[in-house]
């Protein structure tokens, strides 16, 4: 009984906003009484609107009152305080301003916890308390309390909507099926529940597919992105290494030149000086008889001249004045244009090769791939000079116009081992790593020929699926006959429709996963055209049929 008094005292000396005891209590000119910090927050967010108002009793004041403390107030809840009394237990707490009141209370509200259906109202513990006991009042329906559910009671008639109209789409309540809704297609709204319920559950089917599919986009974008950079990490690697080891190249020829040039210098040096060795010799010897001679000539006693004139005025032989002639510097003046020239070819080499390489990248660097070109003249554009690399070649196969033709033979052709060579397939793949935009063509003779693109990592081994251009996810190829053109990848063979011709196109535009297959003639036919996502660069490939009544070869054009 005790503590019912307790609790109640609580209760008429708790703050009605924050729920608590009083703490600083201050009363209002209309007689409430809050602490002073929560009535001075509530009238803060009021000054916007220009007038305060009471929380408990919606008194409103022009001007914003003066706050005093309540003395007697704040000494009376001292005293509640040192009983141990605390606010009012939560289950009988008092609806705040974003809480669902209780319909039925009168004066200051509690806090709803049950909402009716039928009813409609809201209710706190102790007035729901019927709903819980009385027979009828069980059948009804509560859900939890929201400012919402008063959506749900129609406007007109203050009934629950549990009609909905069809032909208006809109809910409404039973009344409104005998007025302004009468003769319309109307149902439960449970029933239009179920039919929105299956229409938002194929809804979010296809958002989840749609996501999904993204997710895949996004997928193979990432795939991209390191495909990108994989490939950009390894071009600088190889480029680095290339020119690196141009570098050891053209500085080990510069060694060669410079101690060709220094030993021919020494050689050359050496024969001089021993002439010149031979000559200062011949010249000293030749004064010694000078002075001989010339004191013979002034010998006074004639025998004595006779007689020392036959060993005196005998000559040595002398050396011939044609070895002694300067040889003309033609020999390094020979070397000064030799090395002269390889530099120009160099120039020349780096000066088109470079040309390629920034056409290269600057392809690389559109972010948006043009239109596919409409005829030869505009595929022109993007030729590509395509060379086939040795090491990838079949021993079947024999490279020749400068790597660019491939020839199927009857014996093997006398390669060195190589891990990328292809050892069961009668394939071979080009030289250049494809990227950007490119376009080749191919000419072919023979009995059946495959035009293929293929990434880097196809399998050289073997005679299965994973090693054969157009049977995998690897690779796309034209199957060239004598009656037919068939496009091939991952198992599938797809008939085209174009004139036959011994000359074939392929339009690579990497970026856009655009691949496409050309007759080429007097005119240019599009056989087969490709629409995927390539993830990493692509090399150009040729099969060979190996026909010993009819050879089979296959030649990448060169296009102008």
């Given at each position: ?147 919402k559910l008063q959506q749900n009671i129609c406007s007109h008639h203050d009934q629950v909507m549990t009609i909905f109209c069809r032909t208006d ?392």
């Amino acid at each position: 009984m005790e503590q019912q008094e307790n609790q109640l005292d609580s209760g008429k000396f708790s703050c009605s906003i924050c729920l608590d005891l009083l703490r600083d209590p201050v009363t209002i000119p209309c007689g409430h009484s809050y602490c002073k910090n929560c009535i001075k927050t509530h009238w803060d967010e009021e000054d916007q609107m220009g007038i305060h108002s009471c929380p408990q009793c919606r008194k409103t004041f022009t001007q914003r009152p003066v706050l005093e403390k309540n003395i007697m107030l704040a000494e009376l809840v001292e005293e509640l305080k040192k009983t141990g009394v605390q606010a009012a237990p939560a289950d009988h707490c008092y609806a705040g301003p974003e809480d669902v009141a209780c319909d039925v209370c009168t004066g200051r509200k509690l806090k709803a916890i049950k909402f009716c259906v039928v009813c409609p109202a809201s209710y706190c513990e102790k007035h729901l308390q019927p709903h819980c006991e009385a027979p009828p009042l069980k059948k009804h329906k509560l859900v939890d309390p929201s400012e919402k559910l008063q959506q749900n009671i129609c406007s007109h008639h203050d009934q629950v909507m549990t009609i909905f109209c069809r032909t208006d789409q809109q809910s409404i309540c039973i009344l409104c099926t005998m007025d302004e809704h009468k003769d319309h297609e109307t149902v439960p709204t449970a029933e239009e529940r179920t039919e929105k319920q299956k229409e938002l559950e194929e809804s979010r089917q296809q958002i989840q597919q749609r996501i999904q599919g993204r997710e895949r986009d996004v997928k193979l974008l990432q795939q991209e992105v390191e495909a990108i950079d994989g490939s950009a990490d390894k071009a600088v690697e190889d480029s680095e290494g290339i020119f690196s080891e141009l570098i050891r190249l053209i500085q080990k020829r510069s060694s060669d030149v410079k101690q060709q040039l220094r030993s021919q210098q020494e050689a050359e040096v050496s024969r001089v000086r021993e002439l010149q060795g031979k000559l200062k010799q011949e010249i000293s010897e030749l004064k010694r008889k000078d002075t001989e001679l010339e004191q013979l000539s002034h010998t006074e006693d004639h025998s004595q001249f006779l007689h020392s004139y036959p060993s005196l005025s005998a000559l040595s032989e002398s050396t011939h004045s044609s070895s002694i002639k300067a040889r003309p510097l033609r020999y390094f003046e020979d070397v000064t244009a030799a090395v002269s020239e390889t530099r120009d070819k160099l120039q020349d080499i780096l000066r088109e090769q470079w040309t390629n390489v920034s056409l290269a990248v600057s392809e690389e660097d559109v972010s948006v791939s043009p239109e596919e070109p409409k005829n030869r003249a505009g595929m022109l554009r993007y030729a590509r000079k395509i060379t086939l690399d040795p090491s990838t070649a079949n021993m079947y196969l024999l490279l020749s116009e400068g790597n660019r033709k491939a020839t199927a033979m009857k014996e093997k052709q006398s390669y060195s081992f190589h891990s990328n060579r292809f050892n069961r397939r009668w394939q071979v793949l080009s030289q250049q790593r494809l990227t950007g935009r490119c376009y080749w063509e191919v000419e072919w003779s023979g009995r059946e020929v495959e035009v293929a693109v293929t990434y880097d990592d196809i399998r050289r081994d073997g005679n299965s699926d994973q090693s054969s251009f157009g049977s995998n996810l690897k690779s796309w190829a034209l199957c060239c006959d004598r009656n037919s053109f068939t496009v091939c990848y991952h198992y599938i063979s797809s008939d085209t429709s174009g004139p036959l011709s011994s000359r074939v196109g392929v339009y690579l535009d990497h970026r856009a996963g655009v691949l496409s297959f050309y007759s080429v003639s007097d005119t240019m036919t599009l056989l087969h055209r490709v629409q995927t996502t390539f993830t990493q660069p692509l090399h150009a490939g040729l099969w060979l049929s190996r026909d010993e009544a009819t050879p089979t070869a296959a030649e990448f054009i060169k296009l102008k």
